[in-house]
């Protein structure tokens, strides 16, 4: 640890303290104790000059393992998974009834599929968007599809036997029965109209439930 506060002490300048700080914040605050640091007040005096907001996000991303939020997707659903096991799949039937997810888990008013359907990334957030904005903010909402089916498009006037295309978009494959969103901590009314209007963002025919 002395070792690191003499290059800090030998750098004279404001931005490069403020950018080593930055950019060894998990180095440095991964030697202190978790409950009484007592290189913090040494450190904190060595930059008066230093926002408590740079210092409160050196902690943050310290205490995250060095990994930075990204707040800008927060809230939004994936519209793909981060990996799969292979690139592209066969189209598949759809038959049969959901058999799994087709009762509400978490919420207390539910949407519920009653068709055989591919549902895609878009059209599963533009659902969701609808859901907060009707909700006023106060409710809870859950996304209970989520888009791991890769659909392949191959481009126009291809012949036959030049292989798979490559893959244009994700879908979650629904059956009837299945519970695509599900929302509490708001009104009956409000919970119908909100799930009235994203129900309309979906390739298939639903139903509004409830648990009382």
């Given at each position: 640890?002395a070792?690191?506060?003499?290059?800090?002490?030998?750098?004279?300048?404001?931005?490069?303290?403020?950018?080593?700080?930055r950019?060894?914040?998990?180095?440095?605050?991964?030697?202190?104790?978790?409950?009484?640091?007592?290189?913090?007040?040494?450190?904190?005096?060595?930059?008066?000059?230093?926002?408590?907001?740079?210092?409160?996000?050196?902690?943050?991303?310290?205490?995250?393992?060095?990994?930075?939020?990204?707040?800008?997707?927060?809230?939004?659903?994936?519209?793909?998974?981060?990996?799969?096991k292979?690139?592209?799949?066969?189209?598949?039937?759809?038959t049969g009834?959901a058999h799994q997810g087709?009762?509400?888990?978490?919420g207390t008013?539910?949407?519920?599929?009653?068709?055989?359907?591919?549902i895609?990334?878009?059209?599963?957030?533009a659902?969701?968007k609808?859901?907060?904005?009707?909700?006023?903010?106060t409710?809870?909402?859950?996304?209970r599809?989520?888009?791991?089916?890769?659909?392949?498009?191959?481009?126009t006037?291809?012949?036959?036997?030049?292989g798979?295309g490559a893959v244009?978009?994700?879908?979650?494959v629904?059956?009837?029965?299945?519970?695509?969103?599900?929302?509490?901590?708001?009104?009956?009314q409000?919970a119908?109209?909100?799930i009235?209007?994203?129900?309309?963002?979906?390739?298939?025919?639903?139903?509004?439930i409830?648990?009382?």
């Amino acid at each position: 640890m002395a070792s690191i506060f003499t290059k800090l002490m030998n750098l004279t300048s404001l931005p490069s303290l403020n950018y080593a700080i930055r950019c060894n914040s998990t180095s440095l605050l991964s030697q202190f104790p978790p409950r009484s640091p007592p290189g913090l007040g040494s450190l904190q005096s060595m930059m008066p000059q230093l926002s408590a907001a740079r210092m409160s996000a050196c902690m943050s991303t310290a205490s995250k393992g060095g990994k930075a939020s990204s707040g800008a997707r927060s809230g939004r659903t994936r519209a793909a998974p981060l990996r799969s096991k292979f690139a592209k799949q066969f189209k598949g039937t759809m038959t049969g009834i959901a058999h799994q997810g087709n009762h509400i888990a978490f919420g207390t008013y539910a949407l519920q599929a009653l068709d055989h359907s591919w549902i895609t990334s878009r059209q599963i957030e533009a659902g969701r968007k609808v859901l907060v904005q009707n909700a006023r903010r106060t409710g809870k909402i859950w996304v209970r599809i989520f888009p791991s089916k890769p659909v392949t498009i191959r481009p126009t006037e291809t012949r036959m036997g030049r292989g798979k295309g490559a893959v244009a978009f994700w879908v979650a494959v629904v059956q009837p029965g299945r519970i695509i969103y599900e929302i509490s901590g708001v009104t009956e009314q409000m919970a119908k109209e909100a799930i009235t209007i994203a129900s309309s963002k979906m390739p298939v025919r639903t139903k509004f439930i409830s648990l009382k």
